[in-house]
C-alpha cells in the first residue's frame, strides 16, 4: 500500500482522496535544511507519535509513541543527532524541534523517514505527516485535517511507504 501526494493539495490512499498541505515552496528533488520544500520521492513511514493529554491511543498498525514535555527532533546539522528524535535538557546546545506544542499540529504524527536512515548534513530533517486546521503551507512537512488523519492511520501498514511526486 503506497500513500501518493499527488500535487500540492491531494493525498491519495486505496479509494481515499484528502485534501492536504504540502511545503510553501513546493517540491524538491535536492532538499536543503530550511529550504521549505517537500522531498520529492518513495519513503517508509516511521513510528507515529501523538499527545496522550490531547488524542485517544491511536489505532495503528504502526509503533504509537506518547509525545512527552522533553521530547524534540534535531535539525541542527552540525549535531551527530541530526534527524533523530532527541531528548531536551536545560543547557542544549542545538538546533531542534519541539514535539510537546502549545499549538495541535504535533498533537499526531508520522515520521516520514526521509535522510534518515543515512543521514546527510543539510538534506532537511523533521518530515511528518501531521495535523493541519487550516491547510497552510509548511515547512516542508505533510499536512491533513485531524479526522483524515484518524482514517488513514487505519490503512496504513508497517510497510506502508508515501509516494511525493
Same mark, same amino acid.
Given at each position: 500500500?503506497?500513500?501518493?501526494?499527488?500535487?500540492?493539495?491531494?493525498?491519495?490512499?486505496?479509494?481515499?482522496?484528502?485534501?492536504? &498541505?504540502?511545503?510553501?515552496?513546493?517540491?524538491?528533488?535536492?532538499?536543503?535544511?530550511?529550504?521549505?520544500?517537500?522531498?520529492?520521492?518513495?519513503?517508509?513511514?516511521?513510528?507515529?507519535?501523538?499527545?496522550?493529554?490531547?488524542?485517544?491511543?491511536?489505532? &495503528?498498525?504502526?509503533?504509537?509513541?506518547?509525545?512527552?514535555?522533553?521530547?524534540?527532533?534535531?535539525?541542527?546539522?552540525? &549535531?551527530?543527532?541530526?534527524?533523530?528524535?532527541?531528548?531536551?535538557?536545560?543547557?542544549?546546545?542545538?538546533?531542534?524541534?519541539?514535539?510537546?506544542?502549545?499549538?495541535?499540529?504535533?498533537?499526531?504524527?508520522?515520521?516520514?523517514?526521509?535522510?534518515?536512515?543515512?543521514?546527510?548534513?543539510?538534506?532537511? &530533517? $523533521?518530515?511528518?505527516?501531521?495535523?493541519?486546521?487550516?491547510?497552510?503551507?509548511?515547512?516542508?512537512?505533510? $499536512?491533513?485535517?485531524?479526522?483524515?488523519?484518524?482514517?488513514?492511520?487505519?490503512?496504513?501498514?508497517?510497510?506502508?511507504?508515501?509516494?511525493?511526486?
Amino acid at each position: 500500500m503506497t500513500i501518493i501526494i499527488k500535487n500540492k493539495e491531494t493525498l491519495l490512499i486505496d479509494d481515499f482522496k484528502f485534501r492536504c &498541505s504540502v511545503g510553501k515552496n513546493g517540491f524538491s528533488r535536492n532538499k536543503k535544511e530550511g529550504d521549505n520544500k517537500t522531498p520529492i520521492g518513495i519513503f517508509n513511514l516511521g513510528n507515529i507519535y501523538y499527545r496522550e493529554d490531547r488524542i485517544i491511543k491511536p489505532i &495503528s498498525k504502526l509503533k504509537k509513541i506518547k509525545i512527552k514535555r522533553n521530547m524534540g527532533w534535531c535539525d541542527d546539522p552540525k &549535531s551527530k543527532n541530526y534527524n533523530k528524535l532527541i531528548k531536551i535538557k536545560k543547557n542544549l546546545k542545538i538546533s531542534y524541534e519541539k514535539l510537546f506544542r502549545k499549538d495541535n499540529k504535533y498533537d499526531l504524527f508520522i515520521l516520514i523517514k526521509y535522510n534518515y536512515k543515512k543521514t546527510y548534513r543539510n538534506k532537511g &530533517s $523533521a518530515i511528518f505527516l501531521h495535523l493541519t486546521k487550516n491547510y497552510l503551507p509548511t515547512q516542508g512537512c505533510i $499536512a491533513i485535517k485531524k479526522e483524515d488523519f484518524l482514517i488513514l492511520n487505519k490503512l496504513i501498514r508497517k510497510n506502508t511507504k508515501i509516494k511525493i511526486t
